[in-house]
């Protein structure tokens, strides 16, 4: 979670996955009336049609990100390896864009 000194939290926060009237349908939204910061950095939404991986994945992804980063930080102090180098790939591939 990103904070400001006043402690406000920044960035889309959780994301909320809702089904359509279709199946297989799904939108994923932030709740950009609770949250601080610019709009282009808090405002999510996007809506499509899923396979195999679902909305839950994708909603989830943020929070599976800062969680791989925190983890390999902590896992690289002691041992390094192929995993590692997959871990950071992983984390390169989702800071593109």
């Given at each position: 979670?990103?904070?400001?000194?006043?402690?406000q939290e920044l960035g889309p926060g959780p994301l909320?996955?809702?089904?359509?009237?279709?199946?297989?349908?799904?939108?994923?939204?932030?709740?950009?009336?609770?949250?601080?910061?610019?709009?282009?950095?808090?405002?999510?939404?996007?809506?499509?049609?899923?396979?195999?991986?679902?909305?839950?994945?994708?909603?989830?992804?943020?929070?599976?990100?800062?969680?791989?980063?925190?983890?390999?930080?902590?896992?690289?102090?002691?041992?390094d390896g192929p995993w590692a180098d997959r871990a950071r790939a992983a984390l390169r591939k989702a800071?593109?864009?």
């Amino acid at each position: 979670m990103n904070t400001t000194r006043r402690g406000q939290e920044l960035g889309p926060g959780p994301l909320k996955v809702a089904n359509r009237t279709h199946t297989r349908q799904f939108s994923i939204q932030s709740d950009v009336h609770r949250r601080k910061g610019e709009w282009d950095d808090i405002y999510v939404d996007f809506s499509g049609y899923f396979g195999s991986y679902g909305p839950d994945m994708f909603a989830a992804a943020p929070d599976m990100f800062e969680a791989l980063k925190e983890t390999l930080a902590i896992a690289t102090r002691n041992e390094d390896g192929p995993w590692a180098d997959r871990a950071r790939a992983a984390l390169r591939k989702a800071s593109e864009g």
